[in-house]
């Protein structure tokens, strides 16, 4: 099933995939749309409960609040990981799966007999659509695999790797055919029926990040531009708003994953981003790294620094520091708690600690508040069986009024900056495990964003910068300028490039996307890895390390057991 579409409730995948043959499945356009409804459904993998837990695990943003419930994924970040591990075969299949369900389509819609020749072109270039999808994700992990485009006997999947170029090409191939289809529309309305199934927007954004990889600027830049032309556009409100469910289907929303309130069909980032807070009990199993906090400038567009608000901090330890994140008017106990744990209590403030320590969060770019809860900051949570207004304070004392409706996560004797994006407020949804928001793939900012750094590759910097701004803009953020000076004077090409990245991770972080950027760009390993990263208590005391597991972590492991299936399969340099 895929949720929110015309056909859904009439096909929910009651049968397993593959019970039917063709002629049955294609005898009837209910059937039909069906098996298209089952290649949206391959979807959901990485957003519902249960199954969402490895790729926010991968993005820089995030640090595991406790890794070893998450051993696949935690596994790559130790160092650890094997050619056999699940991770890598899960993927694998998952993708192919999603392939071999549209190559289906691809193959037999055409043998429909009471379907309009209009409307199976329209399937057809959604199946081609979400077949490059999954290639696109395949090429991203592995750089190259084999391509099929015929679903083929089981023993006849013997294709070597393809080489990544050929793979990306044919991703452009397929998108193309989309874009061509004059049946596809540019776009659908709130109101649509069909709402949440590709358009020709999606299509030329897609194609846009695919001639990315290949540094085809140029061509990139003129699909980008093509999707503002499709009828997509930044939404009109502030960034915290973009995020809820009645603006789920505004025009910033290119391609999404269509969510409803039930089992296996509601994201679970209400559960994983959530907090114990959180109606039906979230779990905050992510939480979002200090360093990537700290990257967060103010308003101005100066550059955040601590020793603005709190001088010498950066000559002090983490320990000896984190007497400013100390809630006012401490028991003796607490106090005495923080001197063994090697807090600098000459620091403390009795009576304005929280209010000195809320002063470095003020003025900061405004996606910080609308991200994170930052210390001292308000949270209204619905766990309680009414809704209640939380305090994020340390230490802990109670979620309850005798403690002080303090926030509660799953580790009160540590302090990380928890989620707040994604994550209900209220008593609005009870569930955790199926939040019926939708969750973005590819929504119109990062498109600006992504034409920006094109213009910017192509060395137009005024025009790159004016398309940041639009962004920034709608932050709320001071703009860039190639004149003047200060922090947001923008020098160079070299300059504004780290700022575009910096920008995308501002702006799209816990959406599941910026791993995919961050291989792109090569900068996974220096911001996933860098020396002292981890878990970090927000003094910047780490709890645990990542480790850097060599030059192989660049590509992907090959399933050990697809080697052996296939023998024309080549393993990636250094997994051997």
Request: charged share 20%; hydrophobic share 35%; glycine share 6%.
């Amino acid at each position: 099933m895929f949720a929110g579409l015309n056909s859904c409730d009439d096909f929910l995948d009651t049968k397993p995939y593959g019970s039917l043959s063709s002629e049955m499945m294609f005898s009837t356009s209910s059937l039909a749309e069906g098996v298209l409804n089952g290649v949206y459904n391959n979807l959901y993998y990485d957003y519902i409960a249960g199954t969402s837990w490895n790729h926010r695990n991968w993005d820089a943003f995030a640090s595991v609040l406790d890794p070893w419930s998450i051993s696949d994924a935690f596994s790559y970040l130790s160092g650890t990981i094997l050619t056999n591990n699940d991770l890598f075969s899960t993927y694998w299949s998952l993708s192919y799966e999603g392939i071999n369900r549209a190559n289906d389509i691809i193959m037999n819609i055409d043998k429909v007999p009471d379907m309009t020749e209009d409307m199976k072109a329209r399937r057809m270039s959604e199946a081609k659509f979400l077949r490059a999808y999954y290639y696109y994700k395949l090429n991203a992990f592995w750089r190259g695999v084999p391509i099929y485009l015929e679903n083929l006997s089981s023993n006849e999947y013997t294709k070597p790797r393809s080489s990544e170029e050929e793979v990306w090409n044919q991703i452009i191939n397929d998108l193309t055919d989309c874009i061509n289809c004059a049946s596809l529309p540019n776009k659908y309305s709130a109101t649509d029926a069909d709402y949440g199934r590709i358009t020709k927007g999606a299509a030329y954004a897609l194609r846009g990040k695919a001639y990315m990889w290949l540094k085809k600027w140029s061509e990139a830049e003129k699909d980008f531009l093509q999707v503002g032309n499709c009828g997509y556009s930044l939404f009109n409100g502030s960034y915290s708003d973009l995020f809820k469910v009645e603006n789920e289907k505004c025009d910033e929303m290119i391609f999404s994953v269509q969510m409803i309130e039930r089992p296996n069909y509601g994201n679970s980032f209400a559960y994983t981003y959530g907090n114990y807070c959180t109606a039906g009990y979230g779990f905050n199993a992510y939480t979002l790294n200090t360093n990537f906090i700290e990257s967060y400038g103010e308003t101005d567009g100066s550059k955040f620094n601590w020793e603005k608000y709190l001088p010498n901090y950066y000559s002090m330890t983490p320990k000896e520091r984190s007497v400013y994140f100390l809630r006012d008017n401490i028991t003796e106990k607490e106090k005495q708690d923080m001197i063994n744990y090697g807090a600098d209590m000459s620091k403390y403030l009795p009576d304005g600690n929280e209010s000195r320590i809320l002063k470095a969060y003020a003025n900061r770019d405004p996606r910080l508040a609308a991200t994170a809860i930052t210390p001292y900051s308000k949270y209204v949570g619905g766990s309680a069986g009414s809704e209640q207004t939380y305090t994020y304070r340390f230490p802990y004392r109670g979620m309850d009024d005798a403690g002080g409706y303090d926030v509660c996560t799953q580790h009160t004797t540590n302090f990380q900056y928890l989620m707040r994006k994604f994550v209900p407020v209220g008593r609005q949804y009870l569930n955790v495990n199926y939040n019926p928001l939708d969750v973005p793939i590819i929504r119109y900012a990062d498109v600006l964003l992504s034409l920006a750094e094109c213009l910017n590759e192509e060395g137009d910097l005024n025009e790159a910068i004016s398309y940041v701004n639009m962004v920034r803009e709608r932050a709320g953020v001071a703009p860039l300028s190639v004149v003047g000076q200060g922090d947001t004077y923008v020098p160079n090409s070299d300059d504004l490039r780290t700022r575009i990245q910096n920008e995308k991770k501002w702006e799209l972080v816990g959406e599941y996307n910026l791993y995919f950027e961050e291989l792109r760009w090569g900068t996974w390993k220096d911001s996933k890895f860098a020396i002292g990263n981890g878990l970090l208590e927000i003094w910047g005391l780490p709890l645990y390390q990542y480790f850097w597991g060599g030059d192989a972590y660049y590509k992907w492991a090959v399933p050990q057991a697809e080697i052996e299936r296939n023998s024309n399969l080549v393993q990636n340099d250094y997994w051997q």
